[in-house]
């Protein structure tokens, strides 16, 4: 049943990201940085092979898995899924470069992530 439920959802999410397409949009799917606890139960509860790499598939979108990039993967996590105040901006500026570098692979390009 939670197969089925699954398969569904990405039924879901490929349609809804059609739509957006449509529209002129553009959808990129962000994993940010967690650690500790939290982030052995997320990897245990939705391994990234069954669930991120299928949603990504299902909807033909860039994905951003901070587990990928050094610069998201060393930003601490003090709340095991926050990032603190102090390096929010760090944050922020290595995510857009990532953004911009991978729509750039697919031949996008969006004038809200310019420099």
Same mark, same amino acid.
């Given at each position: @049943?939670? &197969?089925?439920?699954?398969?569904?959802?990405?039924?879901?999410? $490929?349609?809804? %990201?059609? &739509?957006?397409?449509? &529209?002129?949009?553009?959808?990129?799917? %962000?994993?940010?940085?967690?650690?500790?606890?939290?982030?052995?139960?997320? $990897?245990? @509860?939705?391994?990234?092979?069954?669930?991120?790499?299928?949603?990504?598939? $299902? $909807?033909? +979108?860039?994905?951003?898995?901070?587990? *990928?990039? +050094?610069?998201?993967?060393? %930003?601490?996590?003090?709340?095991?899924?926050?990032?603190?105040? =102090? *390096?929010?901006?760090?944050?922020? =500026?290595?995510?857009?470069?990532? !953004? =911009?570098?991978? !729509? +750039?692979?697919?031949?996008?390009? =969006?004038?809200?992530?310019?420099?």
């Amino acid at each position: @049943m939670a &197969r089925e439920q699954f398969e569904g959802l990405l039924e879901r999410i $490929a349609t809804d %990201v059609g &739509r957006i397409r449509e &529209r002129g949009g553009e959808v990129v799917f %962000v994993r940010l940085p967690s650690s500790g606890y939290f982030r052995e139960a997320e $990897a245990r @509860m939705t391994p990234r092979e069954q669930v991120w790499e299928n949603v990504l598939a $299902a $909807a033909d +979108a860039v994905g951003v898995h901070f587990e *990928d990039y +050094a610069e998201l993967a060393d %930003v601490p996590t003090p709340e095991w899924s926050h990032v603190s105040a =102090r *390096d929010k901006d760090r944050l922020t =500026r290595s995510l857009v470069r990532v !953004l =911009r570098e991978r !729509l +750039a692979e697919r031949g996008i390009t =969006r004038p809200e992530l310019e420099p």
